[in-house]
């Protein structure tokens, strides 16, 4: 079965520096693509980064990154120089080459203080 | 270039009134989807469409329906709520492809008493 994991729930981070959201999948699919959304308190859902499961660099988006360890199935978020305009839900979220839908984590809460 | 809409944005039903939330996009994307989001849930999907006239279950489709007469428009209906049916549902849509990121309309609150 298809699964997301967000293993941290809420995080706080000070201004500036870097943060790191942990997403892991589970899939049996060896095409596949892997996406980060994030989500402000005004609700609407931003896509911030896509990943391919065979893409050999991992993707960079200005001060977004995407860590992507296939063996360990894992597909990280990374932020440089954290904003207060960061605070959000961040969901990560993947898609099998062979499926028509995404899947969804729970979603992982920041928090950046000034 | 509006994206996607969707119609209303708030609405408040009491318990075994119907009800049918609109989504629209502009895009020309093939692909549609009705997801709910619950706190502590993530999102969840509810029904999807791959093309106009063709629908499909998700998640957690029991309690609507859906329609998809015209390619730019994904209907979600529901025939008589409940509470537990109280939630945002968000509507999305993509071009055909892994690598498409979905588009997200801006949300509908439902609350049923």
């Known amino acids: 079965a298809q699964k997301i994991t967000q293993t941290q729930p809420g995080m706080f981070v000070q201004e500036k520096e870097a943060v790191t959201l942990d997403c892991t999948y589970d899939?049996?699919?060896?095409?596949?693509?892997l996406f980060w959304y994030k989500q402000p308190s005004s609700g609407e859902m931003i896509f911030l980064i896509y990943?391919?499961?065979?893409?050999?660099q991992n993707a960079t988006e200005g001060r977004y990154s995407l860590n992507f360890q296939k063996a360990r199935k894992s597909a990280n978020l990374v932020i440089s120089a954290s904003q207060l305009g960061d605070s959000a839900m961040y969901f990560c979220?993947?898609?099998?080459?062979?499926?028509?839908?995404?899947?969804f984590g729970k979603g992982t809460r920041l928090h950046i203080l000034p | 270039n509006a994206g996607v809409t969707q119609t209303p944005k708030f609405r408040v039903l009491k318990t075994g009134q119907s009800m049918t939330l609109l989504c629209a996009q502009d895009?020309?994307?093939?692909?549609m989807y009705w997801y709910r989001q619950d706190p502590g849930m993530g999102l969840r999907l509810i029904h999807y469409s791959v093309g106009e006239g063709t629908t499909a279950k998700g998640e957690v489709p029991d309690g609507y329906n859906v329609s998809r007469l015209k390619k730019q428009n994904f209907l979600l209906g529901l025939e008589s709520a409940a509470p537990s049916q109280t939630s945002v549902y968000f509507c999305?849509?993509?071009?055909?492809?892994?690598?498409?990121?979905?588009?997200f309309g801006p949300g509908t609150r439902l609350t049923v008493t």
């Open positions: 979220a993947m898609r099998p080459n062979r499926d028509d839908k995404i899947i």
């Open positions: 999305a849509s993509s071009y055909v492809g892994v690598s498409y990121e979905q588009y």
């Open positions: 990943q391919g499961s065979y893409d050999e």
């Open positions: 895009m020309n994307h093939e692909y």
């Open positions: 899939t049996s699919d060896q095409s596949y693509g």
